[in-house]
């Protein structure tokens, strides 16, 4: 199979021989449709963000004293696995 090569003007600029098997087939709509999708998927610029524990607001002192109050102990109120604390591997 020859396909013809164009340029931008529409002129034919020279000929090409394709594989039959790849380009004689006829198209698939739900393929076309996921391969388009994800090309524009992959062209999607996020603009999500997340705050580490060092961008969150809060104090950096410690909670409450390690020992003696029989509760477990803890860090900073901005640690990851408080809430409102810091995001370990977020979105930049």
Known sequence: MKLDVRDREGKKVKSIKVDE????LKPHRAVVHQAMLAQ???QHRGTHKTKTRGEVRGSTA???RQRGTGRARQGASRAPHRRGGGVVFGPR
């Open 62 to 64: 410690k909670l409450y």
């Open 40 to 42: 524009r998927a992959n």
């Open 21 to 24: 098997q790849v380009f004689g």
